[in-house]
């Protein structure tokens, strides 16, 4: 795990993020979502196109965990008090060998050093993998909603969280 280190995502990373959100969603939600969902999440949501936008854009924080490649990403923007957690995702494999944790510590950081002082996202309300590593950080809910994804009506939960000063 000490070999892993974080950084500024590059276009370069692109193909590579791609695949990492492919891999990721399909183990994260393959349980939780009908598959013509993820399709279409994908999709629309991680095309080279966009993703190679995100990374260049001035209002988006996007760092990568490396250990040799790609085996994370987090992304989100910076708001006035309040950031957004976009995405954070590691490989698989990696699960469970605190990737997730360094990378939420960074886009932590990244909003810190912009004013904010509280992180706000939402969980699908089923993920339970996902609700146990943000409330082991300090993040809980304050919110459930009836979202459409997709055609797909699920449940979500909004979490929220205050940023360490």
Known sequence: MNRVSIRQARPADVEAIVDLAARTWRAAYGE???????????????????????????????????????????????????????AIYVAPDRWGGGIGTRLLERF????RDRGCEQIEFEVLADNDIGQSFYRARG?????????DLFEETVREKVFRGEIDG
């Not at 932590?108 to 909003?111: A, F, N």
Request: net charge negative; with cysteine; glycine share 14%.
């Open 32 to 86: 939780i979502l009908r598959e013509e969902t993820i399709d279409a999440a994908l999709a629309e949501w991680y095309t080279p196109e966009g993703t190679r936008e995100a990374i260049e854009s001035e209002e988006v924080g996007y760092f990568v965990a490396i250990d040799g490649e790609v085996v994370g990403y987090v992304s989100g923007h910076a708001g006035d008090t309040t950031a957004r957690l976009g």
């Open 108 to 111: 932590e950081g990244y909003c």
């Open 139 to 147: 993040y809980g809910p304050v919110e459930t909603q009836a979202v």
